[in-house]
């Protein structure tokens, strides 16, 4: 086949006979972009081969012939079309006869007049097509016998011969669709007339969307065919040739098989690692992988190492087999204590250090000393600083001994109130020493969860969860994993997130070898730093709320004040003001003291404020400003 250009090659194009391959003989390269435009490919090399699948109409340009003027069609375009012999238009009728009598045409012609003719019998519309069968005698007057209509409901018109025009000759048939017309190839480049357009005479030049396939070219390539290139169709001649093309496997997890699915890989994307996994180094250009479908569950735990300095992340399959013991939770802040508070589940904690209560900051909030029991109610409001409301988190005391009677008396029952951003630190109080599996404690406790994996997962040698003392299962991320296996070793199977790690590969010839029994995929991915950061700043994590700002502080003026008169305190007075610093501090009851307007709170806080704790003295001074001559001068007077 000659070189033709890639519009001509479209409109004369049979869409019966695709795919056809083609080869680009002379290329075009648009400055404007070196792949494409608005999607369309839109820069050719000569010598590419080009696979054409598919051809869609976008459009048809329609053109006036006596102006040059144009406008667009829609592929759906309801008119009717009829061709014209030529661009000529005849005055009257005897004009046309005498032209066709000349160019040795033959009776009868078919003809139109682009104005309304009116007769005695009937009036007829414009560019309405008429049949000239013979020229004869009627009333006395030369006329065309004309026929008006088709099959049964014919009208015989004479018209005579001086009728006013102008006349347009037709092409005999039947007017014809848009399709219709550009599925023709006789009327390719044939006038047209159209009535229910502006002008009498016009040309119609479509315009296609050519979809093919092409070398490592990943998705289909959209071509328009007004692309100023030449081709030549070597269909016949390339049975041999094989288009290669990629596929991410973002792509074969959408498409959902077939698997298993023998790759190859073409491209491993640019970027810091995600796992600190042995397999991830195989990852790389020519390596031939075996897809075998999606994993199961979909579902991973996000997990961190507890009591080490440099924690390490992992994450968990759903599927993993090992045993898990719960640990105590550990809470840094009372807000921490309300967020791990469940309705239905009672959550009791230990005071891990000693916490004084601020009288300037929280007027009425209790101390804690290291120790104390505590049970968590709920949260509720006070009058903190300037007379403002401030969320607290109410908790009960317990006694001291966890086997002693927890339920006393409504009289006796001591409530604390600590303000959210109260950091004292808590452990908490468990007694639960089932082992559980992965699912079934996920099933019965929140997230996030402190756990001991006390039995390795048997199908997992080299599980490395059982080696540290605890885990902080983070997260539940629901993410579609593929199980991929190296085709040089089938039996090292794992999981590939496409998501994070989207491969380019292209399917391999062969069949793949599947291992005897079920995969034996790898159940715990160690997660490199990195990437743990970046899953924490995903939209799963972002519903997380950050905890309550503290209160502003006094200034540093009020500080100096109260400085000052700490100066003006006697050496007795100052010993006794730092005793409780230099001896051991006393148990949780010779604590209990009921002291005066200790909180203004809230009808709806229950409990009564016997037994209150008292407050850290206002006149202490906290900074490094104590008179330590003094209190040792002091010291040996008391012993």
Request: aromatic share 6%.
């Given at each position: 086949?000659e070189p033709?250009?890639?519009?001509?090659?479209?409109?004369?194009?049979?869409?019966?006979s695709?795919?056809?391959?083609?080869?680009?003989?002379?290329?075009?390269?648009?400055?404007?972009?070196?792949?494409?435009?608005?999607?369309?490919?839109?820069?050719?090399?000569?010598?590419?081969?080009?696979?054409?699948?598919?051809?869609?109409?976008?459009?048809?340009?329609?053109?006036?012939l006596?102006?040059?003027q144009?406008?667009?069609?829609?592929?759906?375009?309801?008119?009717?079309?009829s061709?014209?012999?030529?661009?000529?238009?005849?005055?009257?009728l005897e004009?046309?006869?005498?032209?066709?009598?000349?160019?040795?045409?033959?009776?009868?012609i078919?003809?139109?007049?682009?104005?309304?003719?009116?007769?005695?019998?009937?009036?007829?519309?414009?560019?309405q097509?008429?049949k000239?069968?013979?020229?004869?005698?009627h009333?006395?007057?030369?006329?065309?016998?004309?026929?008006?209509?088709?099959?049964?409901?014919?009208?015989?018109?004479?018209?005579?011969?001086s009728?006013?025009?102008?006349?347009?000759?037709?092409?005999?048939?039947p007017?014809r669709?848009?399709?219709?017309?550009?599925?023709?190839?006789?009327?390719?480049?044939?006038?047209?007339?159209?009535?229910?357009?502006?002008?009498?005479?016009?040309?119609?030049?479509?315009?296609?969307?050519?979809?093919?396939?092409?070398?490592?070219?990943?998705?289909?390539v959209k071509?328009p065919?007004?692309?100023?290139?030449d081709?030549?169709?070597?269909?016949?001649?390339?049975q041999?040739?094989?288009?290669?093309q990629?596929?991410?496997?973002?792509?074969?997890?959408?498409?959902?098989?077939?698997?298993?699915?023998?790759t190859?890989?073409?491209?491993?994307?640019?970027?810091?690692?995600?796992?600190l996994?042995?397999?991830?180094?195989?990852?790389?250009?020519?390596?031939?992988?075996?897809?075998?479908?999606?994993?199961?569950?979909?579902?991973?735990?996000?997990?961190?190492?507890?009591?080490?300095?440099?924690?390490?992340?992992?994450?968990?399959?759903?599927?993993?087999?090992?045993?898990?013991?719960?640990?105590?939770?550990?809470?840094?802040?009372?807000?921490d204590?309300?967020?791990?508070?469940?309705?239905?589940?009672?959550?009791?904690?230990?005071?891990?250090?000693?916490?004084?209560?601020?009288?300037?900051?929280?007027?009425?909030?209790m101390?804690?000393?290291?120790?104390?029991?505590?049970?968590?109610?709920?949260?509720?409001?006070?009058?903190?600083?300037?007379?403002?409301?401030?969320?607290?988190?109410?908790?009960?005391?317990?006694?001291?001994?966890?086997?002693?009677?927890?339920?006393?008396?409504?009289?006796?029952?001591?409530?604390?109130?600590?303000?959210?951003h109260?950091?004292?630190?808590?452990?908490?109080?468990?007694g639960?020493?089932?082992?559980y599996?992965?699912?079934?404690?996920?099933?019965?406790?929140?997230?996030?969860?402190?756990?001991?994996?006390?039995a390795?997962?048997?199908?997992?040698?080299?599980?490395?969860?059982?080696?540290?003392?605890?885990?902080?299962?983070?997260?539940?991320?629901?993410?579609?994993?593929?199980?991929?296996?190296?085709?040089?070793?089938?039996?090292?199977c794992?999981e590939?997130?496409?998501?994070?790690l989207?491969l380019?590969?292209?399917?391999?010839?062969?069949?793949?070898?599947?291992?005897?029994?079920?995969?034996?995929?790898?159940?715990?991915?160690?997660?490199?730093?990195?990437?743990?950061?970046?899953?924490?700043?995903?939209?799963?994590?972002?519903?997380?709320?950050?905890?309550?700002?503290?209160?502003?502080?006094?200034?540093?003026?009020?500080q100096?004040?109260?400085?000052?008169?700490?100066k003006?305190?006697?050496?007795?007075?100052?010993?006794?003001?730092?005793?409780?610093?230099l001896m051991?501090?006393?148990?949780r009851?010779?604590?209990?003291?009921?002291?005066?307007?200790?909180?203004?709170?809230?009808?709806?806080?229950?409990?009564?404020?016997k037994?209150?704790?008292?407050?850290?003295?206002?006149?202490?001074?906290?900074?490094?400003?104590?008179?330590?001559?003094?209190?040792?001068?002091?010291?040996?007077?008391?012993?």
């Amino acid at each position: 086949m000659e070189p033709v250009s890639l519009q001509d090659f479209v409109c004369a194009l049979d869409p019966a006979s695709l795919p056809r391959v083609l080869r680009v003989c002379s290329g075009v390269y648009f400055q404007g972009s070196i792949y494409e435009i608005s999607g369309n490919e839109c820069s050719l090399s000569t010598g590419d081969l080009i696979k054409v699948t598919c051809v869609r109409l976008q459009k048809v340009v329609c053109e006036n012939l006596g102006t040059g003027q144009t406008m667009e069609l829609a592929p759906n375009f309801q008119g009717n079309f009829s061709p014209l012999t030529g661009p000529q238009s005849y005055e009257t009728l005897e004009d046309l006869v005498s032209a066709t009598t000349q160019s040795s045409k033959q009776l009868p012609i078919c003809f139109m007049s682009t104005h309304r003719i009116t007769t005695k019998a009937r009036v007829v519309p414009q560019e309405q097509p008429l049949k000239l069968e013979a020229v004869e005698m009627h009333l006395g007057t030369c006329c065309a016998r004309c026929v008006l209509g088709t099959g049964a409901q014919q009208v015989i018109l004479h018209l005579p011969l001086s009728q006013k025009g102008p006349f347009w000759e037709l092409e005999p048939g039947p007017p014809r669709t848009l399709l219709q017309v550009l599925q023709d190839p006789a009327l390719r480049d044939t006038i047209l007339t159209c009535p229910v357009l502006p002008w009498h005479s016009l040309t119609l030049m479509p315009q296609y969307e050519v979809e093919a396939i092409m070398h490592l070219r990943r998705t289909i390539v959209k071509i328009p065919s007004t692309l100023e290139v030449d081709v030549e169709d070597i269909t016949a001649s390339s049975q041999h040739i094989h288009f290669i093309q990629p596929l991410l496997l973002s792509e074969a997890l959408a498409r959902g098989g077939p698997f298993p699915l023998p790759t190859e890989i073409l491209e491993v994307p640019e970027g810091p690692p995600i796992f600190l996994s042995p397999w991830l180094s195989s990852l790389r250009k020519g390596q031939r992988l075996c897809i075998y479908g999606v994993a199961s569950p979909p579902w991973r735990f996000l997990a961190s190492t507890k009591g080490r300095k440099v924690p390490r992340h992992f994450m968990i399959s759903g599927a993993y087999q090992g045993k898990l013991r719960r640990r105590p939770r550990e809470f840094p802040t009372a807000y921490d204590l309300l967020g791990a508070l469940q309705p239905g589940q009672p959550l009791r904690v230990v005071a891990t250090k000693d916490c004084e209560g601020d009288g300037l900051e929280n007027p009425g909030f209790m101390s804690l000393a290291m120790g104390d029991r505590l049970e968590v109610l709920g949260s509720g409001q006070a009058l903190g600083v300037q007379e403002r409301d401030m969320n607290v988190l109410v908790c009960q005391r317990l006694s001291d001994q966890p086997g002693e009677e927890e339920y006393e008396e409504a009289e006796d029952q001591e409530q604390i109130l600590l303000p959210l951003h109260f950091s004292g630190g808590f452990v908490e109080e468990l007694g639960d020493g089932r082992r559980y599996s992965l699912q079934d404690l996920i099933a019965q406790f929140p997230l996030p969860c402190e756990v001991k994996v006390v039995a390795k997962d048997a199908s997992h040698p080299d599980d490395p969860l059982p080696s540290f003392l605890g885990l902080r299962l983070e997260e539940k991320i629901m993410e579609p994993f593929l199980v991929v296996s190296l085709d040089s070793n089938p039996e090292m199977c794992f999981e590939v997130p496409p998501r994070w790690l989207d491969l380019t590969v292209v399917e391999a010839e062969g069949q793949p070898s599947q291992p005897a029994g079920p995969l034996p995929v790898v159940p715990v991915e160690e997660l490199t730093e990195a990437f743990y950061y970046h899953l924490r700043k995903s939209p799963a994590f972002e519903g997380q709320a950050p905890p309550p700002r503290p209160p502003k502080s006094k200034g540093l003026s009020g500080q100096k004040k109260q400085v000052s008169k700490a100066k003006g305190v006697k050496s007795s007075e100052a010993f006794e003001l730092q005793e409780p610093s230099l001896m051991p501090k006393p148990k949780r009851k010779t604590l209990r003291k009921v002291i005066k307007d200790s909180c203004n709170l809230y009808s709806e806080i229950p409990g009564r404020k016997k037994g209150l704790r008292p407050t850290k003295p206002i006149t202490q001074d906290t900074n490094d400003e104590h008179d330590y001559e003094e209190i040792l001068e002091q010291f040996p007077k008391t012993l």
